[in-house]
């Protein structure tokens, strides 16, 4: 089992965020593991993470037995970032509820219960102050039209967030909600359902993540979006 207090998950590693991830704690002397949706997608998680693992988070049995793997790999990790998701595009009349289903698991069911299959090695006195961040976005301080679903997913995930804060705060374990605007990551061109509308020019990765990780150093609760 390896002494682990330093390390930290990333899901969805491969992602034009969760990669900027990776590469600030590699470079800070963490060591990281990192999912990725699929087995072609493991090539955009950078080398240095040589603990990887495909992530499907709608298959819950994948989920408990990539965590067990995790477990049993390491007594403790010091942070779990949740940089995985989904966008879709849809008035309500007109959503597709399998698909919005789907994106309510891929956004906020699966990254929840990895929290929760991680419990034991978060919430230890090895790890006096572990974290759990999750980018729930601009939405949930605003709605947008024609994201009905895709809000609900993200105010869904803000609001176990805000539960596991309080409820894990008896072990010292911070939860990160990070409100960020639209950022410039290439998900809007590949949404699970629908179309965007023309946005705006997006925040600029590198700034975000720069911006978040100062967060984490801090161990705020919220990272609001007039905060990048």
């Given at each position: 089992?390896?002494?682990?207090?330093?390390?930290?998950?990333?899901?969805?590693?491969?992602?034009?965020?969760?990669?900027?991830?990776?590469?600030?704690?590699?470079?800070?002397?963490?060591?990281?593991?990192?999912?990725?949706?699929?087995?072609?997608?493991?090539?955009?998680?950078?080398?240095?993470?040589?603990?990887?693992?495909?992530?499907?988070?709608?298959?819950?049995?994948?989920?408990?037995?990539?965590?067990?793997?995790?477990?049993?790999?390491?007594?403790?990790?010091?942070?779990?970032?949740?940089?995985?998701?989904?966008?879709?595009?849809?008035?309500?009349?007109?959503?597709?509820?399998?698909?919005?289903?789907?994106?309510?698991?891929?956004?906020?069911?699966?990254?929840?219960?990895?929290?929760?299959?991680?419990?034991?090695?978060?919430?230890?006195?090895?790890?006096?102050?572990?974290?759990?961040?999750?980018?729930?976005?601009?939405?949930?301080?605003?709605?947008?039209?024609?994201?009905?679903?895709?809000?609900?997913?993200?105010?869904?995930?803000?609001?176990?967030?805000?539960?596991?804060?309080?409820?894990?705060?008896?072990?010292?374990?911070?939860?990160?909600?990070?409100?960020?605007?639209?950022?410039?990551?290439?998900?809007a061109d590949h949404p699970l359902f629908g179309q965007a509308p023309n946005m705006p020019t997006g925040f600029d990765p590198d700034h975000a993540v720069d911006v978040i990780?100062?967060?984490?150093?801090?161990?705020?609760?919220?990272?609001?979006?007039?905060?990048?």
């Amino acid at each position: 089992m390896t002494d682990s207090a330093n390390t930290v998950l990333i899901l969805g590693a491969s992602g034009a965020v969760g990669s900027r991830f990776a590469q600030r704690f590699l470079a800070a002397g963490t060591n990281v593991i990192g999912t990725a949706s699929n087995q072609s997608a493991l090539a955009k998680i950078p080398s240095g993470v040589v603990e990887q693992y495909v992530l499907d988070l709608t298959d819950f049995g994948q989920i408990v037995s990539v965590c067990g793997d995790i477990k049993q790999k390491h007594e403790a990790i010091s942070g779990v970032v949740i940089a995985s998701g989904v966008v879709g595009f849809s008035n309500v009349e007109n959503t597709n509820l399998d698909l919005a289903a789907k994106m309510m698991t891929i956004n906020h069911l699966g990254p929840a219960q990895v929290v929760s299959e991680l419990f034991s090695v978060l919430a230890t006195n090895q790890v006096p102050n572990s974290f759990v961040l999750g980018m729930t976005g601009v939405v949930v301080e605003q709605n947008f039209p024609g994201m009905s679903s895709y809000t609900a997913s993200k105010v869904a995930h803000s609001a176990f967030l805000s539960s596991i804060g309080k409820e894990w705060r008896r072990y010292k374990v911070t939860a990160i909600d990070v409100r960020l605007g639209h950022t410039e990551t290439g998900l809007a061109d590949h949404p699970l359902f629908g179309q965007a509308p023309n946005m705006p020019t997006g925040f600029d990765p590198d700034h975000a993540v720069d911006v978040i990780m100062a967060g984490i150093a801090n161990r705020v609760s919220v990272i609001n979006s007039t905060d990048f």
